[in-house]
Nanobody, 124 residues
Framework: QVQLVESGGGLVQAGGSLRLSCTAS????????MGWFRQAPGKEREFVAY????????FYGDSVKGRFSISRDNAKNTVYLQMNILKPEDTAVYYC?????????????????WGQGTQVTVSS
């Protein structure tokens, strides 16, 4: 069992930056690949970023590539999402998720545990 709690959301102006954190408790954190997803009102949940167990590899959704960066600190049981050059279309609830699979996936059903989400609002 893994519990995930996101933090760091808030209101930011377009062009600004924000860093989200996701802290895990329960089973061994380093056994899980971690993903970030987001969901805007009226839209499906969208893949944002993934990082492997030891930070060997990362993957990003096309809409955030070059602007967002995912990282993790296994000693702190924490995954981060650094968001730069934010746009109004980045406005969404952001969720972190943990996957016990051994390889990358952007599919929601590949993730075993989910956080409660944190709201990010980007004003124009």
């Amino acid at each position: 069992q893994v519990q995930l709690v996101e933090s760091g959301g808030g209101l930011v102006q377009a062009g600004g930056s924000l860093r989200l954190s996701c802290t895990a408790s329960g089973r061994t954190f380093s056994n899980y690949g971690m993903g970030w997803f987001r969901q805007a009102p009226g839209k499906e949940r969208e893949f944002v970023a993934y990082i492997s167990r030891t930070s060997f590899s990362t993957f990003y959704g096309d809409s955030v590539k070059g602007r967002f960066s995912i990282s993790r600190d296994n000693a702190k049981n924490t995954v981060y999402l650094q968001m730069n050059i934010l746009k109004p279309e980045d406005t969404a609830v952001y969720y972190c998720a943990a996957s016990s699979r051994s390889s990358y996936s952007k599919l929601l059903n590949s993730y075993d545990y989910w956080g409660q989400g944190t709201q990010v609002t980007v004003s124009s």
